[in-house]
């Protein structure tokens, strides 16, 4: 009886696939005569003479294609071997049957190159989505005739010309193909198991590419694009869609944090990205960024993916923070903080600006470094204030929060006086820094220096005051609640 030759093209990361595809053709008839790429091959012979020889001999052409779109397969040479195929048939004038005999076998999605011709979804589920037990070797089960691989093996033994094959109407030949549905079927989901299909995202994430050190020095620029994911976007930032650009990423969170600075995570941001750039593990942020939501998240670099080019993809996720506000309704808990974040002042802001005092004949360079300090530290007692709850004043017409803990009268004004003079050293020592770090400001270090120096005289005798006031402003406040607790309190 003639042979029908059945060519098998394959990458070699799909063999076990392509070894159980000619296994289950092999136990179909003995008409079929397989040919898997190099398996026939003997040592010696010439490879591409092998190969065109054996796709002369053959009336079918089989792709394997697991993995779909997304997969990183080199295919390139399986398309050089059915181009052999196509042409064998265009000389043969059958140019017709070019779209009937080059089938694929797939598991994802059709692959694009290939969808004129005939594809067979291998999945382990039927038409009738009734799950295949394809680990169980002695199952014979009717439910894997209800699928396009056994329809393949149908089209190739009903419809390869010239050749009379058994009827498959005849038991053992459907036991045979159900048996190769079950085999091949096996051979894609083992063969692909560990392949990345694609991950699950539960927090709010942002990701952008770092350009490879040659095109760039910066790893985050203005112009970047940010790709937002689960939302983080417009949770985050009240920017709709899913696609931004860094700047306007950066504006957003300047604006919210209402003291005119960039917040610290973006700075930190920028600098673990110039870290990818240069090949360097990033340093994750230590500071908080506040959500449109009103909740505080931290920014964790959770990801990085490399690119052959140099380049890569940071991911950053947003991770919701524990909430340490106070119930600022109780004046106990508004005093309390405020009392906290004066101690918080006095610990790092004030030895600053004393070292500066000190040390007034130090180089431009020292004083830049110091200075700069200043104003993060500034910053991050304003952001811990912000977790409090202790959020600026909307206007200067407001008071700020913390008054509402005061009971009328001189410590009340003495406190809004004093608030008020701070506001206004602050914007000018910050504007001071600010004109030093611009190039085409006339403003040196020493000059931000001076200004800093002259806003902090009297700053520590000051806070003293207003941590005196604070602690007395406390123990009254405890000792009213504490009255109003009470069982026997009319007031209660």
Known sequence: MAQTGVFISYNHKDKKIAEAVVESLAGLSSSLEVFIDRAGIEGGDDYEAKISESIQKSQWFVFICSGGNKSEKDMSW????????????????????????????????????????????????????????????????????????FDFFENLLTNSTGISFRGIDDPNTRKAMRNGVRKITRAFVQNGANDFVGEDVFQPRISFMVPPPSQSAEGLTPTTVVTGEFNALPNIFTIAGTSTTWADIKAVASARSGNEMTPLWINDMETAAKDLLLGKVPTQTDFLCLGNDGKFYRPIIARNLNFRNGARRCYVAFIPSRDRRFNLTFKTSLLLSALILSIRFRQRVLPLSDELNKNQKVPEKKKAEVLQKLQQEIVLVEAEAEEFGLNPPKDEHDDPPLLNGFRDGAEKDFMREEIAKWSATRMLIFDKIKEAQTPTKDTTWSDAADVVIAGFVGLRAINSSFIDKLCNELLCAERIEATKALPNNPAA
């Open 78 to 149: 399986c398309f050089y071997e059915a181009g052999q195929f196509r042409a064998k048939l265009e000389r043969a004038d059958q140019k017709e049957a070019v779209r009937d005999r080059i089938c694929f076998l797939y598991d994802v999605d059709r692959p694009d190159q290939l969808s004129r011709y005939q594809g067979s979804l291998v999945s382990i589920r039927n038409r009738n989505d009734v799950l295949l037990n394809i680990d169980a070797d002695n199952d014979d089960s009717l439910a894997y005739e209800n699928t396009e691989l």
